[in-house]
């Protein structure tokens, strides 16, 4: 655990600083590897900056509509630049908004800009695990095995850094394989988010749970289970689809 | 291609479940919450530290109350800028049972500079006084300011690392740790 990385009188916050440089990694990627899915660079750079600012924007707001009444002669700490003003999942909604607005405006194809962010995704990801790992985050449950961590009072298993390699693994994939010409659009990104639930399933039992159900059940992993069946529904929807397309065509 | 894909999500979701099954958490396991660590889920670590009056003053004495801990330091610009809200916090919340205590960290500060910096701005909160820098290290204190928030069975709920905090976020906090 490293939340902070001190540089003489600065104090650099780990987790943040990782997420940036994903956000980094993730935005070249998108850069280079959009055209392999016949997308333009400018709407997807478009998409990411607007989402990015509407997401960000999207979570103060979010945070305030929770308890309007705290800021009450308070107003300017809706400005305040500390992130623990911040609601993720109002950002992620606000943010996903805005980037399906902002590709409805420009007609593009659905599925194949949810394919090309499969690259930021894909770099994204072991930011993300490697983030909680330095805030201590996450931690996994207690553990003999040699390559054990220890924290919290015991050695444990360094369940993100097994969720950072899983991610790391993922992403060298997608980059040698996508795009597989014989699959329909979307497929990529469906492949990826079906493989990220089914190692998150995995590797989430090495997890301290958060919430346990009946007879030692992880909620966590079920709710992980049910978005991997609903992630394999659509992607064998789109195989049927672009089947059936295909049909349609050949009767023509 | 289709009839292939469907047997491979299918052998994904009964493996899927099946994992499921065999990695359910042993009931018997000792929860986070009974285990000492400055983590969220966790117990907050005790400790005893002196005030500015010298009196003993102990986390344990605050069990059944919700507790606000503000590590900081009279040097520490940003422990400095979000002392007041702090202030006001506790002016606010003086009827209910929830409690706000600074500890200074007193290993690297001064007391005559905390008492300057106290009597300057009205601060009237407890200061504890951590002068060999033991409770700091206890509670990870990587960087000032850092503030834990404990709820009533002294379980952590939130660490945030870093500064200045608003007024509007410790209400939010304190609102959250009275009703919980």
């Known amino acids: 655990m490293f939340p902070i990385i001190n540089l003489g009188p600065l104090s650099i916050p780990t987790p943040a600083f990782l997420l940036i440089l994903g956000y980094i990694a993730g935005s070249y990627l998108l850069e280079k590897k959009s055209s392999l899915f016949s997308m333009a660079s400018e709407i997807i750079d478009r998409a990411l900056w607007i989402g990015t600012i509407s997401a960000l924007i999207g979570a103060r707001l979010s945070y305030i509509a929770g308890a309007p009444s705290?800021?009450?002669?308070?107003?300017?700490?809706?400005?305040?630049?500390?992130?623990?003003?911040?609601?993720?999942?109002?950002?992620?909604?606000?943010?996903?908004?805005?980037?399906?607005?902002?590709?409805?405006?420009?007609?593009?194809?659905?599925?194949?800009?949810?394919?090309?962010?499969?690259?930021?995704?894909?770099?994204?990801?072991?930011?993300?695990?490697?983030?909680?790992?330095?805030?201590?985050?996450?931690?996994?449950?207690?553990?003999?095995?040699?390559?054990?961590?220890?924290?919290?009072?015991?050695?444990?298993?360094?369940?993100?850094?097994?969720?950072?390699?899983?991610?790391?693994?993922?992403?060298?994939i997608i980059i040698a394989t996508a795009p597989i010409k014989e699959l329909p659009p979307g497929s990529t990104f469906l492949i990826f988010i079906a493989a990220t639930f089914s190692y998150l399933v995995f590797l989430t039992a090495y997890q301290e749970p958060s919430n346990i159900l009946i007879s030692g059940f992880r909620s966590g992993q079920i709710i992980l289970w049910l978005l991997l069946l609903f992630a394999l529904i659509l992607l064998n929807f789109r195989f049927k689809t672009s089947i059936t397309k295909v049909d349609h065509e050949i009767e023509k | 291609m289709n009839k292939k894909s469907k047997i491979i999500s299918i052998t994904i979701l009964m493996t899927g479940l099946a994992w499921i099954w065999l990695s359910r958490f042993p009931v018997d396991s000792i929860p986070a919450s009974l285990v000492e660590a400055p983590q969220v889920g966790f117990s907050a670590p005790d400790f005893t530290l002196p005030d500015l009056d010298s009196q003993e003053i102990s986390l344990s004495d605050y069990r059944g109350s919700p507790v606000i801990l503000n590590f900081w330091a009279s040097w520490c610009p940003p422990c400095k800028a979000e002392m007041p809200a702090f202030q006001k916090a506790f002016q606010e919340y003086a009827g209910s049972d929830l409690q706000i205590i600074a500890i200074n960290a007193t290993n690297q500060d001064s007391i005559a500079a905390v008492l300057s910096f106290t009597e300057e701005h009205g601060i009237t909160i407890p200061i504890l006084l951590d002068q060999t820098g033991f409770v700091s290290k206890e509670y990870l204190v990587h960087s000032l300011p850092t503030t834990y928030f404990i709820g009533k069975d002294g379980t952590i709920k939130e660490v945030i690392i870093g500064g200045p905090l608003p007024l509007s976020l410790l209400r939010i906090q304190a609102n959250g740790l009275i009703m919980d």
């Open chain 1, 70 to 172: 705290a800021f009450r002669g308070n107003i300017l700490s809706i400005l305040s630049l500390n992130p623990a003003l911040l609601d993720p999942v109002g950002g992620l909604l606000i943010g996903g908004a805005a980037v399906f607005l902002v590709i409805s405006k420009q007609k593009t194809d659905y599925w194949l800009f949810l394919d090309s962010i499969t690259f930021f995704l894909g770099a994204m990801l072991p930011a993300f695990f490697l983030s909680r790992f330095s805030a201590g985050n996450g931690f996994g449950i207690p553990t003999d095995l040699p390559w054990g961590v220890f924290l919290w009072g015991v050695e444990r298993h360094p369940v993100q850094i097994y969720l950072t390699i899983a991610a790391l693994i993922l992403l060298i």
